[in-house]
Nanobody, 123 residues
Framework: QVSLVESGGGLVQAGGSLRLSCVAS????????MAWFRQTPGKEREFVSR????????GYSDSVKGRFTISRDNAKNTVSLQMDVLKPEDTADYYC????????????????WGQGTQVTVSS
């Protein structure tokens, strides 16, 4: 049974930093592209960042480029999202996703999803 468990969310002031982590189990982690999405009530889920199975390729949405950094540790089945210079508009529930396709995951077509972790950025 596949499980993705996010952690690291919380309350932070604007300009601050948080580091989200997602630990995967039940799958061959290095075979999966991983991504972070976020969602606020009443809005569609939004792509944030993705990383290939090897970690050699990554991408970001324009709204977070230059502020967020995605990374993965295949030995620990973990993907992380370092979030710096946080803004109030970054407030959302953040979800970890896994898919065999680095292309498909961009559109939110992921095989597996975590339960989410809440991030709140105060102004």
């Amino acid at each position: 049974q596949v499980s993705l468990v996010e952690s690291g969310g919380g309350l932070v002031q604007a300009g601050g930093s948080l580091r989200l982590s997602c630990v995967a189990s039940g799958l061959t982690f290095r075979s999966y592209a991983m991504a972070w999405f976020r969602q606020t009530p009443g809005k569609e889920r939004e792509f944030v960042s993705r990383i290939s199975g090897s970690g050699g390729i990554s991408g970001y949405s324009d709204s977070v480029k230059g502020r967020f950094t995605i990374s993965r540790d295949n030995a620990k089945n973990t993907v992380s999202l370092q979030m710096d210079v946080l803004k109030p508009e970054d407030t959302a529930d953040y979800y970890c996703a896994a898919d065999r396709s680095y292309q498909h995951i961009l559109a939110g077509r992921a095989d597996f999803w975590g339960q989410g972790t809440q991030v709140t950025v105060s102004s």
